[in-house]
């Protein structure tokens, strides 16, 4: 049953397949180096991804690099170093093992993976069988390899205002595997969170991908975020924590608050463009009302007395595109 999991999945693999994917496909000669034994043919360059199928032996016979490239390497068969094999990558590789996959050598001490400069395989370590996955994160040899398979690797994580004081978010991943989606989460306190939206994750093999986000209504001052990546079985990976400072004048103020009645807006006629809306929202994020206003008063009076009691909305948005809001309790 896992054989025919691992060949599945490499069909999948390999139907998606973009040019940045050297697949292993023969193993003749000098192994590794020889450019008809990958599809697309060449041999794997900085920011490819190496796919190893199920049934397929690669053997690694020399020193195959000297300017140590990125590589996502995925191993469902065998990767196999001959004595003075050696794989000297850069810090952002990974190696992935999955099940039934392994790796081999000849036992000899000049059979070498390297990430980062930092041993990760050795031959005297032996046979190496998955799942398990080697990178920047990981031991060192003998303890190169840790268990289990990398489903994700956060390359970055990055969080801005935008003009209009929203905040942009966008990520970049490599080694995505088996993840179905990404979780948005924000937080006031950086310990309680909650999820704001969320991604699904894109139907595709790059060896980099990129993921952006932007959070219309985030709260004044400082506001954190993070990503968390799901997996199909269930396991979960967070990216960084970072904040964004969202320290914006308020442009209309509200009273009272609570309300019963007449609900008064005051809005600061300069800072804002007209035609204006403003819009009520229930907690659950229902439209309860909505006004537009072509010429603004710098005081408006709105009628709810017609809404059930609870907590609302009130979102002011104008021609230039500013929002802001307001939360009123009706009692």
């Known amino acids: 049953m896992k054989t025919i999991f691992t060949v599945l999945l490499f069909l999948i693999l390999f139907q998606h397949?973009?040019?940045?994917?050297?697949?292993?496909?023969?193993?003749?000669?000098?192994?590794?180096?020889?450019?008809?034994?990958?599809?697309?043919s060449g041999i794997p360059q900085n920011g490819d991804t190496v796919l190893v199928p199920a049934g397929i032996t690669i053997t690694v016979k020399t020193n195959i690099y000297?300017?140590?490239?990125?590589?996502?390497?995925?191993?469902?068969?065998?990767?196999?170093f001959d004595p003075g094999g050696k794989l000297e990558l850069g810090s952002a590789s990974s190696v992935n093992i999955y099940p039934n996959g392994y790796i081999t050598s000849t036992g000899s001490?000049?059979?070498?993976?390297?990430?980062?400069?930092?041993?990760?395989?050795?031959?005297?370590?032996?046979?190496i069988v998955g799942p398990a996955f080697a990178s920047a994160a990981s031991g060192i040899?003998?303890?190169?390899?840790?268990?289990?398979?990398?489903?994700?690797?956060?390359?970055?994580?990055l969080v801005k205002a935008n003009a209009k004081q929203q905040a942009q978010l966008s990520w970049t991943v490599?080694?995505?595997?088996q993840i179905t989606g990404y979780d948005i989460e924000r937080s006031t306190d950086a310990r309680n969170w909650r999820i704001v939206s969320n991604l699904a994750s894109k139907v595709s093999n790059e060896a980099i991908k990129q993921y952006a986000y932007t959070d219309s209504f985030p709260p004044n001052g400082t506001v954190y975020y993070r990503i968390t990546a799901k997996e199909s079985n269930g396991a979960i990976y967070y990216s960084s924590t970072e904040?964004?400072?969202?320290?914006?004048?308020?442009?209309?103020?509200?009273?009272?608050?609570?309300?019963?009645?007449?609900?008064?807006?005051m809005v600061e006629a300069s800072a804002v463009?007209?035609?204006?809306?403003?819009?009520?929202?229930t907690s659950s994020g229902?439209?309860?009302d909505q006004f537009t206003y072509d010429r603004l008063p710098s005081k408006l009076e709105i009628n709810i007395s017609h809404l059930p009691k609870g907590t609302y909305r009130i979102i002011l948005s104008d021609a230039a595109g500013t929002k802001q809001d307001q939360t009123v309790i009706v009692y």
């Open 286 to 288: 229902k439209r309860a």
């Open 17 to 40: 397949g973009e040019a940045t994917i050297r697949t292993a496909i023969s193993n003749t000669g000098q192994g590794w180096v020889v450019s008809s034994n990958w599809s697309p």
């Open 66 to 80: 000297s300017n140590a490239p990125n590589l996502a390497i995925r191993v469902f068969g065998r990767l196999h």
């Open 109 to 127: 001490p000049s059979s070498v993976i390297k990430i980062g400069n930092v041993n990760k395989y050795q031959g005297t370590s032996g046979t």
């Open 243 to 265: 904040l964004m400072s969202r320290n914006t004048v308020k442009k209309f103020t509200v009273y009272p608050n609570p309300v019963s009645s007449q609900l008064h807006i």
């Open 174 to 177: 490599s080694d995505e595997f």
């Open 273 to 281: 463009q007209a035609p204006v809306s403003i819009a009520i929202f």
């Open 141 to 157: 040899s003998p303890n190169g390899f840790a268990l289990g398979v990398l489903a994700v690797k956060f390359q970055s994580f």
